[in-house]
């Protein structure tokens, strides 16, 4: 198990070498961000000496090279427009996202498991027909329509929540949080349900599906056949064994609602890294968009790195390197 | 023999389909006594194993029991609700499944399984019940179970598993055992093992076994009584000797016909021609018409109720004292 883990991290770095490329390359094509920075009164000798300064007339092997040099150490350089190091700002920005990506995750794990296995046992009564009826929205309605249908119910004719930002924070620190405040932990309702809406229906739906799947099984026959209680069959022997796939999923889920609260970030002008991006396309401000890149890929690689490893902790099959029998 | 453990009286299961009803098991009527072990033969889709899965009340729906009754120690269990019905099962009603590889949860340890019966079944606390699973292991064979017990069922080979599926049936002391042909999946060397331990187990305990095969050699070996079967009826009764000896039933004449005999001459071996008809098919009067070599008029008319010959009970118009006089004729 470690030797494989070891193997996976490797692999991961490979991945995280190759986004970064990637990245960093598309960049070279979005835009000159000289010409953001300097405006219109500007002089051919303003271009190249801030073309310099910013290292931009080095080949590109040589940025690249730069660039990783850097990212070892957490050094993405400096923000073009806002003049300060790109790491610092994602730091202050990153708590706002993490918070909300992890009260959508949240949210949308436990309403999709609970919903998943109730409408697999009830397979066939009007409630859970309703729910997956209902489900078909969840599924198919875009993520910022749902925002906006949110913001327009519960902040416009209910007045009940805030349409936007977060409220109130508490400065920890090295952590700026909101939910230590009424005001805050109001304002992440709307966002994180209309971030984690997709994805615990989507939860819900695997469940359902695995769930059903594994009632037909001969283990769970016979777990009846033992006389064991509903509760038994249902939740001891059939949910552990719908998880593993239920957990691979998931696990992607997370990884997307943390690159997709760019939009609900915009929608609910949620000052976390994806609004951040979104600004920093707007005035091609490369260090800022080539740091959020990474970011995102390292956490996508991750939290694949910590599924892998819960594999092993729920399938005891997988664990070869125990006695075998 | 002694005091009567099960008896089920007019059985259907039927099916609910767009194009009515099926029934899959049409009136079937036998007993089972105290510790006597009653086997079950017929072809696949013969009903034996909605028999046996309507008995312990897990008919998978939409199939249901469509009528009859099922008398198990003496009260009618085919009413009982959920919960009463579950109370039963593990504990005075054990079933056993073909797959031994498919009936055991991959991802709990058999020792967790075993004590997770015993204590559905038994009030024991954990230390008890885990003393309770390593002898249950013992008696079904397992070699140290006192470290086996904490493997997963991936680590146990195919016999080993039934042996573990066999203790988990035993876990509640039942009274009766519905044994769903329990060697179906295994290894033939591996078969007479596991059924002689399911018979000497059970003898000692005093429980019944409804031993449902297909496997006439298991029957032979096992069963004091045996039934035969044939889309979803009784075609034939009696003790397991006299049965295979002296088959009455022109089906069970042709069951028996077609195992091969180790002494004696060596015959071609006899078939049954055509197949078992499908549910939606069944032919007028008696289902076996279209295949038997005996048919004559009545056949096509009526099935024939069960009919006391010698032993045995046979539902064939060949042995109605009324048909045999105007057949001598």
């Excluded at chain 1, 918070?99 to 009007?126: K, Y």
């Excluded at chain 2, 002694?2 to 009803?21: A, C, H, N, Q």
């Excluded at chain 2, 038997?292 to 046979?314: A, D, M, Q, T």
Aim: charged share 20%; glycine share 8%.
């Amino acid at each position: 198990m470690l030797a494989f883990a070891i193997r996976r991290m490797f692999q991961s770095i490979i991945v995280l070498l190759v986004v970064g490329l990637v990245a960093f390359s598309m960049f070279n094509f979005v835009g000159d961000p000289v010409d953001s920075m300097l405006g219109q009164e500007r002089t051919d000798a303003d271009v190249e000496r801030v073309r310099i300064q910013l290292g931009l007339d080095q080949p590109f092997p040589v940025q690249y090279y730069k660039f990783l040099q850097g990212a070892v150490k957490g050094d993405f350089g400096i923000s073009y427009r806002q003049g300060r190091p790109v790491s610092q700002i994602i730091a202050e920005r990153l708590p706002a996202t993490l918070e909300l990506a992890f009260v959508s995750a949240v949210l949308a794990i436990i309403f999709g498991v609970a919903l998943g296995i109730f409408t697999a046992i009830r397979r066939n009564g009007w409630a859970a027909n309703t729910i997956m009826s209902l489900s078909l929205i969840g599924v198919s309605l875009p993520t910022f329509l749902i925002g906006i249908l949110l913001i327009y119910i519960f902040a416009v004719e209910l007045g009940w929540l805030s349409s936007f930002g977060r409220g109130d924070v508490v400065d920890l620190g090295w952590w700026r949080t909101g939910f230590l405040t009424k005001s805050g932990l109001l304002a992440i309702i709307l966002p994180a349900i209309t971030l984690g809406l997709y994805q615990m229906t989507l939860i819900m739906r695997i469940v359902r599906a695995e769930m059903l799947e594994v009632l037909r099984t001969d283990y769970i026959k016979f777990a009846r056949a033992r006389g064991l209680s509903k509760r038994a069959v249902n939740f001891g022997h059939a949910l552990k064994n719908t998880m593993v796939p239920v957990i691979t999923v998931t696990g992607m889920q997370i990884g997307s609602i943390i690159a997709f609260a760019i939009i609900t970030e915009t929608v609910f002008q949620w000052p976390g890294v994806g609004l951040l991006f979104i600004n920093a396309i707007r005035f091609v401000d490369i260090p800022i968009m080539a740091a959020y890149l990474m970011l995102i890929s390292v956490m996508f690689v991750s939290i694949n790195l910590i599924v892998d490893l819960l594999y092993f902790a729920i399938d005891p099959r997988l664990r070869l390197d125990k006695t075998k029998g | 023999m002694s005091e009567i453990l099960l008896k089920i009286k007019d059985l259907i299961v039927e099916f609910p389909t767009r194009r009515g009803l099926l029934r899959a098991v049409d009136k079937v009527s036998f007993e089972i006594s105290k510790g006597e072990v009653l086997g079950i033969v017929g072809e696949s889709g013969a009903g034996k194993s909605l028999t046996g899965a309507a008995i312990i009340g897990l008919l998978e729906p939409p199939g249901r029991i469509g009528g009859g009754e099922i008398i198990f120690d003496g009260q009618r269990i085919d009413n009982l609700s959920d919960e009463e019905m579950r109370s039963l099962r593990g504990k005075r009603i054990a079933m056993i499944f073909q797959d031994p590889l498919t009936s055991l949860n991959p991802l709990y340890r058999i020792g967790e399984q075993l004590i997770e019966t015993i204590q559905t079944h038994l009030s024991m606390d954990n230390k008890q019940a885990r003393t309770r699973a390593i002898e249950l292991l013992d008696e079904v064979g397992i070699p140290a179970p006192e470290t086996r017990i904490d493997a997963y069922p991936h680590q146990f080979s195919g016999g080993m598993r039934q042996r573990v599926v066999i203790a988990l049936a035993l876990a509640g002391e039942p009274d009766l055992i519905i044994a769903d042909e329990p060697t179906t999946a295994l290894d033939v060397s591996v078969q007479a093992q596991i059924i002689s331990l399911l018979k000497s187990l059970c003898k000692e305990r005093g429980t019944a076994i409804m031993l449902i095969t297909h496997d006439m050699g298991v029957i032979a070996e096992t069963a004091d009584r045996m039934a035969v079967m044939y889309s979803g009826q009784i075609a034939e009764i009696g003790k397991t000797y006299d049965l295979i000896r002296n088959p009455k039933h022109p089906y069970s004449v042709g069951l028996m016909s077609s195992i091969p005999a180790i002494k004696g001459d060596v015959k071609r071996l006899v078939q049954i021609p055509g197949s078992m008809p499908r549910l939606n098919n069944i032919p007028k009067g008696c289902s076996f018409n279209p295949r038997c070599e005996k048919v004559f008029e009545p056949c096509y008319v009526k099935r024939s109720p069960l009919i006391e010959v010698g032993n045995s009970s046979v539902a064939c118009w060949l042995y109605d004292e009324e048909y045999k006089r105007v057949k001598a004729k």
